[in-house]
């Protein structure tokens, strides 16, 4: 069984079939999605619809992203914000307008069912943006941090690469988990990219929302596969660009 972690959607159905296809996904594969799987491009319902059908046949995992969250308030609560809007939630709001309320109850227990972090047996953390908590996640006072946060990714970049996890500066937080794989902090708004490590952290976002691809990535043996630049199989929408 591979373990894939796949990077954030943000509606681009189209690249995620595409990269699926190239990664030979089978039902041998775990599936660990990172969030954000709404706001960007035009198929949010299509992509929600896409990963519940998903589910039945593999072994997946969805994690909680912020864009995820801001979504369920919206259809829930009917919560919504001019910045969500900006961001992405006015393409999510267009889609679900052609959506009947049966569709909408299903996605909001999907949205409700996503999970903050998982934890497998290898002791590989992931999760869609960070914790702040130097005893880990499971200490996390605030769990919006794990959607939210950008100082983990904002941590492992600044880390001189010679100091080693045993040094009394190496960030208590980091020591507890073998890796850490992240979406949420793009690598690249404006181009290409492949997912990028720093300390033990690996940040798969790509800029699916934006220029970059979509990518996924063998969590053993790091290889990746990615989409075509996203914005390129929407070429009459603007993404979040």
Not at 150 to 156: C, G, I, K, P
Not at 163 to 170: E, G, Q
Not at 231 to 241: C, K, P, V
Request: proline letters at 2%; aromatic letters at 12%.
């Amino acid at each position: 069984m591979r373990t894939l972690v796949i990077g954030d959607i943000h509606s681009g159905l189209k690249a995620l079939r595409q990269v699926f296809e190239r990664a030979k996904i089978t039902t041998d594969d775990r599936l660990i999605f990172l969030g954000d799987y709404v706001d960007g491009w035009s198929e949010a319902v299509e992509t929600v619809d896409f990963l519940i059908e998903l589910d039945e046949t593999h072994s997946c995992v969805f994690l909680r992203g912020n864009h995820d969250e801001l979504c369920l308030k919206w259809l829930a609560e009917d919560e919504d914000n001019h910045l969500w809007l900006q961001h992405g939630g006015q393409s999510t709001m267009d889609s679900y307008l052609e959506a009947d309320d049966s569709v909408k109850d299903i996605h909001i227990m999907f949205y409700e069912n996503l999970t903050n972090y998982y934890l497998d047996t290898e002791n590989r953390l992931f999760l869609h943006a960070g914790f702040t908590n130097l005893k880990g996640v499971e200490h996390e006072h605030f769990q919006q941090s794990f959607y939210w946060d950008r100082t983990l990714w904002e941590l492992a970049l600044s880390l001189h690469p010679d100091i080693k996890n045993d040094d009394f500066r190496y960030p208590q937080r980091l020591t507890h988990y073998e890796e850490i794989y992240i979406g949420h902090t793009p690598i690249t708004k404006t181009g290409t990219a492949v997912p990028e490590n720093a300390a033990n952290v690996w940040n798969i976002d790509t800029g699916a929302a934006f220029k970059g691809q979509l990518s996924v990535m063998d969590v053993d043996s790091k290889e990746v596969w990615q989409s075509d630049p996203v914005y390129t199989l929407y070429s009459d929408e603007r993404g979040r660009n």
